[in-house]
């Protein structure tokens, strides 16, 4: 049974940094596909953050996160990562890990494109 367990969320000032961590098991081939985050605010659809693909060589970012956020994978360890700099207030919602092992190179931010999910973890960033 596969499973996403992200972690590393908490409330932090404007300005500050966050590093969120996604922990996969239960995947045959470890983790060399499409991974990628998404997050969600209260009463917004969910959107995605950044993606990575099977090697780790190839990012996408969404515009309003390009230069604050990184996304980065340690397939040894199964860990998806995401480093959030300069924070804003408006970064705030829940963000959620998920997997496409359907793909391993075009990782687009579409949500439906991505089959499993992790629980999600809390991000709330104070003016």
């Known amino acids: 049974q596969v499973q996403l367990v992200e972690s590393g969320g908490g409330s932090v000032q404007a300005g500050g940094s966050l590093r969120l961590s996604c922990a996969a098991s239960g995947y045959p081939y470890s983790t060399f596909f499409c991974m990628g985050w998404f997050r969600q605010a209260p009463g917004k659809e969910r959107e995605g953050v950044a993606s990575?693909?099977?090697?780790?060589?190839?990012?996408s970012y969404a515009d309003s996160v390009k230069g604050r956020f990184t996304v980065s994978k340690d397939s040894a360890k199964n860990t998806l990562y995401l480093q959030m700099d300069s924070l804003k207030p408006e970064d705030t919602g829940m963000y959620y890990c998920a997997a496409d092992p359907s793909r391993r190179n075009w990782c687009p931010l579409l949500r439906v494109r991505y089959t499993d999910w992790g629980p999600g973890t809390q991000v709330t960033v104070s003016s």
């Open positions: 990575i693909n099977a090697d780790g060589v190839s990012t």
